[in-house]
């Protein structure tokens, strides 16, 4: 259970990052992501230079103003975040099917083959080729050590932390470093004279068992460097799909048309950030009878293009659906799902 496999990857200061790389003026300044100087919002993302000034997340953008007068101050821009997350995620299945996604900027992967440290540090690598962006990148053997990894040399770190590691790392950290610690834990484990994790291994363990039960358990496991979760991929799913009911019934073509361009689009978006194609699309009607047929077809080749599914579609509506009645919603799904999931062979050179 101690062979290394498990990759931590957390983008550094993501949302101003990406402002940063897309405005000269930007960079090396103090930028904030979210809200407004003038004390509406919260800070989504603070740049490195505004965190010298003690800004941090969540922190009102009142507060940061106070903090630092010249910090320039930027709308959320969740769009352009999201594209190059999706970038990110398509580089990560490259080198394996096992993502466990946490956040927008953040993923655990798991490697069953090749050498996961060869491997974290060309994901590394190849981020920074396709997004100028740079990530923290932490490798052990469980999700526990390979986050306290990714956090350890930030920003554009990248640290292993291997079983002999553990005894030397661990014991010097703060508790709050163990997952699970949160400012209210802390306060309790300070109250008995916890601070670090060496405190709590020489601690009472029967009395943190009797008082904590299972929490004291798995943050005595997690001290030990112990961590049995699994890197969870997403849950499948079967098909997914679009519809809506129309604000009028209608049983013009054109305006139907568009909605299929728009779910399309949608769709597509979808299939592409979890890496799926499929082969089926099906197109759904309910008439104003509240009467619902559903017409599809299967492609030779899985898609995920929005072109494609657009143009399949619309023949659907066109040639197969009767427009005998005024239409009161229309969908488009997609299924015969295909996943990313035969091994990617990697060879290196
Ligand atoms: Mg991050």
């Given at each position: 259970m101690t062979e290394l496999r498990v990759i931590h990857v957390d983008m550094d200061a993501f949302y101003a990052a990406v402002e940063q790389r897309d405005n000269p003026l930007y960079k090396d300044k103090p930028v904030i992501v979210g809200g407004?100087?003038?004390?509406r919002g919260v800070v989504s993302t603070a740049s490195y230079e505004a965190r010298k000034f003690g800004i941090h997340s969540a922190m009102s953008c009142k507060r940061a103003a106070e903090l630092c007068p010249v910090a320039i101050f930027l709308p959320v821009n969740m769009d352009k975040y999201k594209n190059e997350s999706r970038k990110i995620h398509a580089i990560f299945r490259k080198y394996t099917p096992i993502i466990e996604p946490i956040s927008i900027d953040e993923a655990f992967l798991e490697v069953k083959e090749g050498n996961a440290v060869e491997i974290a540090r060309r994901i590394k690598e190849d981020i920074y080729q396709c997004t100028r962006l740079t990530a923290s990148v932490g490798v052990s053997y469980n999700k526990f050590l390979a986050k306290l990894a990714s956090d350890m040399k930030k920003p554009d770190g990248f640290t292993v932390i291997t079983p002999d590691d553990v005894q030397r790392i661990l014991p010097e950290l703060p508790i709050r470093k163990i997952w699970g610690v949160g400012e209210k834990t802390e306060k309790e484990l300070n109250n008995i004279g916890i601070f670090t994790v060496r405190d709590l291994l020489q601690y009472d363990h029967e009395f943190l068992l009797r008082n904590w039960g299972r929490r004291a358990h798995e943050l005595i496991q997690l001290c030990q460097g112990i961590d049995y979760s699994p890197v969870q991929v997403e849950q499948e799913v079967k098909s997914m799909g679009e519809e809506t009911t129309l604000e009028e019934d209608t049983r013009d073509l054109n305006v139907l048309r568009k909605y299929l361009k728009v779910f399309s689009q949608a769709i597509s978006d979808r299939m592409y950030n979890k890496g799926i194609k499929c082969r089926t699309i099906t197109v759904k009607i309910k008439y104003n009878d509240f009467k619902v047929i559903t017409r599809g077809t299967t492609l030779d080749r899985a898609t995920d293009s929005p072109h494609i599914l657009y143009k399949y579609s619309s023949d659907i509506l066109s040639c197969r659906v009767p427009l005998i009645k005024p239409i009161r919603l229309i969908g488009l799904q997609v299924s015969n799902l295909v996943y990313p999931h035969d091994p990617v062979q990697i060879t290196f050179l």
């Open positions: 407004d100087p003038n004390g």
